[in-house]
């Protein structure tokens, strides 16, 4: 795959495996150009019969993606004209067609979280195929709840399959940030690791992956996903319901003065939660 130069991300491809790194400073925000760019990369991935394994990892060493862009509040059509995802999806929203479009990918995906991942960024992590995460410095949350709206990139529907209805529960509504430890107990990412040894695993499980037999590591992936539960109405209700919490107006209150009290700051993401509970 020759993949075309990139604003907000960085591919490099090594045989069969390409890691696609996110850079897009300030703070790794889920804003419409790095959409756009991870969707025009996964179209291009999707075609691609020579490449085995994705993995998706941070420049920055504090956020892997903080979460989805605040500022879409003010401006929603500006996140509703985004042209995302593939065929037969277009009834959801741009983040859900683009997380589905990753989901759907036939390679193998490998989320590398080595920092904060938060709402629209866990759920980017959620809809990949695995997650391993740095003990101590690798944080995810579901943090909606606090601004008055659920999840609405398709986390609804990613996180029973992962740790189950009551997890998915608590994680969703109680809104906290999970480290790499609990994270794993969960069953929200693969693996909790120490930070010096994150890349070299995830790297050696790649190549590794890679090296599998033409044709085994599709098929493993196509047998296993024909055994989970179908998402689309999943996704529906999701999307329904995300539409009726962002047209409350607490929404668009708690979501303006998160930004105004330093939500999308370097300092404000490090303690997010603390700053939106003190809002509610």
């Excluded at 941070?58 to 996140?79: R, T, W, Y």
């Excluded at 590398?112 to 944080?139: P, V």
């Excluded at 529907?157 to 430890?181: H, K, N």
């Excluded at 693969?190 to 599998?212: C, Q």
């Amino acid at each position: 795959m020759s993949a075309p130069k990139y604003e907000t991300i960085h591919v490099h491809r090594e045989g069969a495996c390409a890691w696609v790194t996110i850079n897009n400073p300030p703070l790794n925000i889920l804003d419409a150009r790095l959409m756009t760019d991870i969707n025009d990369f996964a179209g291009h991935a999707a075609k691609d019969d020579t490449l085995t394994v994705i993995v998706f990892q941070s420049a920055d060493p504090d956020f892997f993606i903080i979460h989805g862009d605040m500022n879409f509040v003010k401006q929603p059509d500006a996140l509703m004209s985004l042209q995302l995802g593939d065929a037969g999806t277009e009834g959801l929203n741009p983040m859900m067609r683009l997380h589905e479009r990753l989901r759907a990918l036939p390679q193998i995906t490998i989320g590398k979280l080595a920092g904060y991942a938060r709402g629209g960024g866990a759920e980017f992590l959620s809809a990949l195929d695995m997650r391993f995460a740095a003990r101590g410095i690798g944080g995810i949350a579901q943090m909606e709840a606090l601004i008055g709206i659920i999840p609405g990139a398709g986390g609804t529907a990613y996180l029973p399959q992962l740790v189950g209805r009551a997890r998915s529960l608590e994680i969703t509504v109680g809104a906290e940030l999970f480290d790499a430890d609990l994270a794993e107990r969960y069953g929200w990412i693969n693996r909790a690791l120490p930070p010096e040894e994150l890349d070299a695993f995830v790297d050696g499980l790649a190549k590794a992956i890679a090296s599998r037999a033409r044709g085994v590591v599709r098929a493993a992936k196509q047998a296993i996903d024909a055994s989970s539960k179908d998402l689309t109405q999943a996704l529906q209700t999701n999307n329904e319901l995300l539409g009726q919490t962002f047209s409350a107006p607490i929404a668009t209150t708690l979501t303006l003065a998160a930004l105004e009290a330093g939500a999308q700051t370097r300092d404000g993401e490090k303690t997010l939660e603390e700053t939106l509970s003190a809002l509610s």
